[in-house]
């Protein structure tokens, strides 16, 4: 199924809606980084409540206006193990990739040029349910996506009224945060 | 005088004006002529009246199969203001509570940015953790042997201010428009609950599809809302739970951040800290499916030391579930079929209740 | 059922009472902590400080998955407190002598208890005499191969000391030194590989223990036809304690407050 | 605007914040080392500091070496007692009771239970208790065998119903709670009975007037504003001189109210009934007439237990007197119950306790006061007209 695209003006007004395009479904399709072009709600899997690019918009965009990331961009990974996610049925996974205004521990190192590393969101429901196999299917999959398993990730968990709450991932046992 | 300045700002707890009757002196002629006239000619005159109604855009997102309602929002600034000031309905999409996404922006983007007035809760804590930040990036720097004292600021800086007090991003070229002016790109994005309230319970707002335009009626909204019409649909009870609390006066606001359903305020959220966090459950008259349900006690201790630990008491909603409903149920007959029973949960120290 | 008085006197002696585990042996305890890293937690009254439940004293309780985890690592025995007092206890209820009985004690009060001056003192020991009867590995068997289990062990044989975690909610505290001297690192939740958990759950979990520096450490058995994943995933990656084999048919994930939103 | 300076419920969840003054907080064990303070003071010594990890050096070795130490030290101090405090028992296994042969000291105020010849008889918990301290020697029936804690365990344990019962009863004991089994400890005891109300049958006659002259009046409002039933917002812009009128009309979702509901007791099924009243500590405590208990305490197993559902909380509550008179506030009545009862949690040796509060929100009216005071300042704001 061609997932539709449902394209919305910023200052919400009433008719200045509903112009259908089809997303690019690409390996890496970058989706630039203009917010104000970024505002489609993309429609692809509605009935998966675990993961969806509709939510991964809203994610993006509350990364970039309101925390100050910046070089965001979305993903859309091809899934190695699909039987985690029974209701995926386009077989990818939709993430975020960005970067913080300052980096997230202390303990990490800036890359080359003194910008903090780059970080990858995945953007799910509050109110779905999790399980360890998943993470192993996300971790697997991005893996495979970029070459190399990354060592943690962030969940960006969206709930209706817009709040997004962000906790970290980290792939095995890692020491706690200090505070 | 503080306080004086909340009332003013947050006069009224629900966006529905109200017209009290003035004060009845019976020996006074020039009072009781205005009572009469408060009495009787304003409801008359009311009738006439043309109000403002508030309106919010419903997104949907669509399969082969059917719609579903991805976000309602209010997008006019108006509106914004109305509805967090009255009862605060919604949440700024790009700020933590109430919209205040573009006057940080506009004061963040201003070169001149020396000025410490402090305009939202945002930046407090924005502050608080760059504060915080600081310290720890001193302490990481004691543990590597760089520096031996953490307080020493010399050695001390985030990565912001060793770029160059690096404000502004590539990014924020695109948050302006033509004039220079920031641009409105926040809504207040209301819950399910919070949207269906304000159209059916206070029938104050007009959805519209944020696709076709039209305007989507209750009947409708509830259709897309819970759409398999089972009677434990999570909309519905979580409205029956909303609405219970809201017709009892109480500010109800969203908990996920401490992992409940609702926190209720006593008025807000600018007035004193939540004092109740709720979580929603449903309860079937197969006492069987209950005792399936239950939930075991290192859930409610960890969910009670998250509420506990910010000084609110833990309540339990129990929503008693119909075997059935009905399509054909109007709004409050089906609200009606439902029941709400509280349990509230603290934890007890024996130390403390010895004397 | 065996008697094990002589041949196993190595073992660490558990009670097993009323279906709960305990160490009532000073040495029990001092090598269950100093050698394998297994505190408990103390449950009785401290005889010289009772009116406080701060400092506790001696029987050291501890949990199924402790004492299956010492018997299947051959260091421990189980010992069926109930059938070997049995015999000491026992009383023909038909046939109660008690004159008799007062008689007896008070030979043994007289004469067990050490004069000082004009007080006599009386002493109750920690432990019984009596031949110790130790349960088969079987009796343990049922904590096997259960999540709480699979989370344990794995935690375990990486050093970190474990105890029950109600109090933050979750399954277990995992520290990673003895507990008298350290703060637990981690809310331990074990979980089956598919089992399905909220994500309400994480975020309560997750901010509660960053709040007070530790992390959600959640981890689960992954069955066989999953592990050749995690050898490709660990590989160059694994993160070792205690310089142990690294082990791919488990997986754990620790939860975070990102700092933000 | 200081107010707005309240970082909205972002009140951060750290040790210090409201959980510092609690002694037995967390996970958080006392360092042994500072024990040997409590002889000689009266107050228990602070927490010591703990570290974040192990570091492997000497120092950190010597810490834990002699923290270990001085906690093995105190384990493995005596339970002894001097004659001058003397207890004496004998347990008999068929009757699950010690029966007392000397019993001198302060502790039978509030423990141990005389038969009508004066012989005073000990429960199991109050055994394991006594010995554990070290003020009570046990014997076995025969008077040959003197028991060790051990077997004090292995004996009393099990009559105590479950371990987590006696690590309650001990935990408040040691705290100089004055604990009583209810009548509702064991499985065959009786539920209390709490006053049976006259006016029972009343409340449901008056309940179901209310009830038809409610949906009486939805209907004639229904009818009178030609509203299809579908479609019926509330409020519907009509003139509102109160925001106590608009609640009263929104107010439709039936709840648990606490005015006119049942109050004769249900039956009760363990774990949910109360095995324990509590007493503060007061010395002018009788066994004989205790009086009514300061708490009651229902003791349940983390692992074998879940939470109640509502019936059984319900029948739980029927069992309770009424918590709070007529002169608490709202408030205390919604954060403590109109009944409630305490709970202990037992997780393989460590307790917490809270608190089940029968409250309902419903019947409690937080609005009115300010929505008048606020209402006389500004009923005059005509904000809202186009």
């Known amino acids: ?179 | ?355 | 059922m065996q008697m094990v008085e002589n041949d196993a006197a190595d073992l660490i002696p558990i009670s097993f009472i009323d279906g709960e585990y305990f160490a009532f042996d000073i040495e029990a305890v001092k090598r269950l902590r100093n050698d394998h890293h297994v505190a408990g937690i103390l449950v009785g009254t401290l005889p010289q400080v009772p009116q406080q439940s701060t400092f506790l004293g001696l029987p050291v309780q501890l949990m199924p998955e402790e004492a299956a985890l010492l018997v299947q690592k051959g260091v421990a025995r189980i010992i069926d407190e109930g059938s070997r007092h049995e015999a000491m206890l026992a009383v023909d209820e038909n046939d109660i002598d008690e004159a008799t009985a007062k008689l007896k004690i008070n030979e043994v009060e007289s004469a067990g208890s050490e004069s000082q001056g004009q007080l006599v003192s009386f002493t109750t020991p920690a432990l019984s005499t009596v031949n110790r009867v130790a349960l088969p590995e079987s009796s343990v068997g049922a904590v096997y191969d259960t999540p709480r289990f699979d989370v344990y062990k794995y935690l375990h044989e990486r050093g970190y000391f474990i105890l029950p975690g109600l109090r933050f909610g979750s399954q277990f505290l995992a520290y990673p030194g003895d507990p008298l001297r350290y703060h637990s690192h981690y809310l331990v939740r074990g979980l089956g590989y598919g089992e399905e958990f909220s994500l309400l759950e994480l975020v309560g979990s997750g901010r509660l223990g960053t709040g007070v520096k530790k992390a959600w450490m959640v981890g689960g058995h992954v069955p066989e036809d999953e592990q050749h994943k995690l050898a490709t995933l660990n590989s160059s990656k694994t993160i070792e304690r205690e310089g142990s084999e690294p082990i791919e048919d488990f997986v754990s994930f620790c939860v975070e407050w990102a700092g933000f939103g | 605007m200081d107010d707005l300076d309240n970082d909205y419920d972002e009140v951060p969840v750290t040790p210090g914040q409201g959980e510092q003054e609690n002694a037995e907080s967390d996970d958080e064990q006392q360092d042994w080392r500072m024990l040997a303070a409590i002889g000689s003071k009266k107050s228990l010594p602070k927490r010591g500091e703990k570290e974040y990890e192990p570091t492997g050096s000497a120092s950190d070795r010597n810490n834990l070496d002699e923290s270990r130490q001085a906690m093995y030290t105190a384990l493995n101090g005596e339970r002894q007692h001097t004659s001058k405090v003397h207890i004496s028992g004998i347990w008999y296994p068929h009757l699950r009771k010690a029966k007392v042969l000397v019993a001198r000291g302060p502790h039978f105020k509030s423990i141990g239970k005389a038969d009508s010849s004066g012989v005073i008889w000990l429960l199991p918990e109050e055994v394991i208790y006594l010995v554990e301290r070290g003020s009570m020697s046990l014997y076995n029936a025969r008077g040959d065998a003197k028991i060790s804690l051990q077997a004090c365990y292995a004996a009393c344990l099990g009559a105590c119903q479950g371990q987590e019962r006696y690590l309650v009863y001990a935990y408040l004991k040691r705290l100089g709670f004055i604990v009583q089994r209810a009548t509702t400890f064991d499985e065959s005891g009786e539920e209390r009975i709490v006053q049976k109300p006259d006016s029972c049958r009343i409340q449901r006659i008056w309940k179901f007037l209310v009830q038809k002259f409610d949906s009486f009046c939805t209907g004639l409002r229904l009818a009178i504003a030609r509203k299809i039933p579908s479609f019926g917002p509330i409020i519907c812009g009509g003139l509102w001189r109160s925001y106590d009128s608009i609640y009263k009309e929104l107010q439709i979702i039936p709840f648990y109210s606490h005015r006119g509901s049942d109050l004769t007791p249900k039956s009760t099924v363990a774990p949910f009934r109360v095995a324990y009243n509590v007493w503060k500590p007061r010395p002018s405590f009788k066994k004989s007439n205790p009086g009514e208990p300061d708490f009651r305490v229902v003791v349940v197993n983390a692992q074998k237990d879940k939470m109640p559902t509502p019936a059984q909380t319900g029948a739980l509550f029927s069992t309770l007197p009424v918590f709070h008179d007529s002169t608490s506030t709202s408030q205390q009545r919604l954060r403590e119950g109109y009944k409630n009862v305490i709970i202990g949690v037992v997780d393989y040796g460590i307790i917490s306790f809270i608190t089940l509060g029968d409250v309902s929100f419903g019947d409690e009216h937080i609005y009115d006061r300010h929505a008048a005071s606020r209402l006389s300042k500004h009923h005059t704001t005509k904000k809202r007209q186009a």
């Open chain 2, 1 to 355: 005088m503080k306080k004086r300045n909340l009332n003013a700002i947050y006069h009224s707890p629900l966006p529905v004006e109200v017209v009290a009757l003035p004060p009845l002196v019976p020996h006074n002629p020039i009072s009781v002529a205005y009572y009469v006239y408060q009495l009787v000619f304003v409801p008359f005159l009311w009738g006439f009246k043309r109000r403002r109604r508030l309106t919010a855009y419903m997104e949907l997102y669509t399969d082969s199969v059917s719609s579903y309602v991805s976000s309602i929002a209010v997008g006019s600034y108006e509106d914004m203001q109305e509805l967090w000031k009255a009862g605060f309905f919604g949440k700024g999409t790009q700020s933590r509570s109430d919209p205040t996404w573009v006057l940080r922006t506009s004061k963040r983007l201003q070169e001149a940015s020396g000025e410490t007035e402090i305009v939202a809760p945002e930046e407090v804590t924005a502050r608080r953790r760059a504060a915080r930040k600081k310290f720890k990036n001193a302490r990481a720097l004691v543990e590597q042997g760089v520096v031996s004292n953490p307080a020493d600021p010399e050695k001390v800086e985030t990565n912001e201010e060793r770029r160059g007090q690096k404000l502004t991003r590539a990014e924020d070229m695109a948050l302006r428009d033509s004039e220079g002016k920031v641009r409105q790109l926040e809504k207040l994005q209301l819950t399910f609950q919070e949207a269906f309230f304000l159209a059916y319970a206070l029938d104050i707002i007009d959805i519209y599809d944020g696709r076709t335009g039209d305007l989507v009626t209750v009947p409708y909204l509830l259709g897309l809302l819970m759409p398999d019409w089972s009677p434990d649909n999570s909309f519905i009870v979580n409205y029956v739970v909303y609405h219970h609390y809201r017709s009892h006066g109480w500010c109800v606001r969203n908990g996920v951040k401490f992992g409940v359903d609702y926190l209720l305020y006593k008025r807000g959220p600018p007035f004193s800290h939540a004092e109740f966090g709720v979580i929603v459950i449903p309860l079937y008259s197969d006492e069987s499916k209950n005792q399936l349900m239950r939930r075991d006690w290192y859930w409610s201790s960890g969910v009670n030391r998250v509420v506990g630990g910010v000084k609110k008491t833990m309540v339990l909603c129990y929503v008693k579930v119909p075997d059935c409903i009905d399509k054909w149920h109007s709004v409050e007959e089906l609200l009606k079929m439902y029941e709400v029973r509280e349990v509230v949960l603290r934890r007890w120290i024996p130390s403390r209740n010895r004397d």
């Open chain 1, 1 to 179: 199924m061609e997932p539709r695209l449902t394209v919305a003006s910023d200052t919400v007004t009433p008719r200045s809606t509903a112009s259908a395009t089809s997303a690019s479904t690409k390996s890496r399709p970058s989706f630039g980084s203009d917010v104000v072009k970024d505002r489609a709600y993309n429609a692809a899997n509605p009935r998966n409540n675990l993961i969806n690019s509709d939510i991964a918009y809203r994610v993006k965009q509350n990364l970039d206006l309101h925390h100050l990331w910046t070089d965001l961009s979305i993903h859309r990974v091809e899934v190695v193990s699909p039987e985690a996610f029974p209701l995926l049925d386009d077989g990818q996974i939709v993430l975020v990739l960005g970067r913080p205004p300052d980096k997230l521990y202390s303990s990490d190192s800036y890359d080359q040029d003194g910008s903090p590393k780059e970080e990858w969101i995945l953007p799910v429901r509050t109110e779905s349910k999790w399980s360890l196999k998943r993470w192993v299917s996300v971790f697997e999959s991005l893996a495979a996506y970029q070459g190399v398993r990354p060592d943690r990730m962030l969940m960006a968990m969206y709930t209706e009224d817009s709040t997004v709450v962000y906790y970290f991932v980290h792939w095995g046992l890692i020491n706690p945060r200090k505070n």
